[in-house]
């Protein structure tokens, strides 16, 4: 088999690459085939996501479905932490937490005024940061995970949301296969108990610290919902295409 001449028709990409046969000859093949669908045709691709959602989130960890990419380097899982932690839309939306906070007084210590919002808005951007360099850069280093969010695509609504909301309990290891998602419980844990350096007394107790750990987690969850769902509204609604 091996020793019979290759078709001279070879497919043709901007990403292919020769791959050599055990005779010898070379053939011109995708870096990843597209899978084929039931007919026997190639299938289409679907949404993909983009890099920024509405063209202001950051979605730099978003992986488009089918997508193969190569484990990630420990300085990639911090440059993608840092991204997300002091990203221009960062400091806007901790501004607009920061003002939501002050206005149902979560923490009264602060008080009002801009003194007041400048408090909450520090405290805010700190919690936030803090959380991001834990659970998406020094945890996925040191546990050898994937901070990457891996969209679904497949399957009905119910199946995706259920998936995309056990990403803050599952995730990818750097060698493949899935694992307890150890940096997100970890290290949203690990980013609660900082902050009751920083809080006010009243604010460090154990069911306070628990709330904070608790919040982080369920935000996370939200999110990656958010993320699964986004190249489809994407697609329909804004036709995003970066």
Known sequence: MWNQALPAMALQGPESEAVETGSGAAATLPDAPTPQASGGSPS???PQQTKRILGVIPNFRSVSSDELLPAQTPKQKMTTALQDSFDYSAFIFVGVQAGAAMASASTPEFHQGAAGYARYYWHTFADQADENIEVEGLLPIVFHEDNRYYT???GNVAKRAAYSVTRALIT???GGGETFNFSE???AGGAAGISSLYYPERERTWTKVGQRWLTNVLIDGGTFVFKEFWP???DRVFHQTD
């Open 44 to 46: 289409t691709k679907g």
């Open 152 to 154: 679904k695509e497949h």
């Open 172 to 174: 990818r290891k750097d």
């Open 185 to 187: 419980i970890v290290g």
């Open 232 to 234: 489809d509204v994407n």
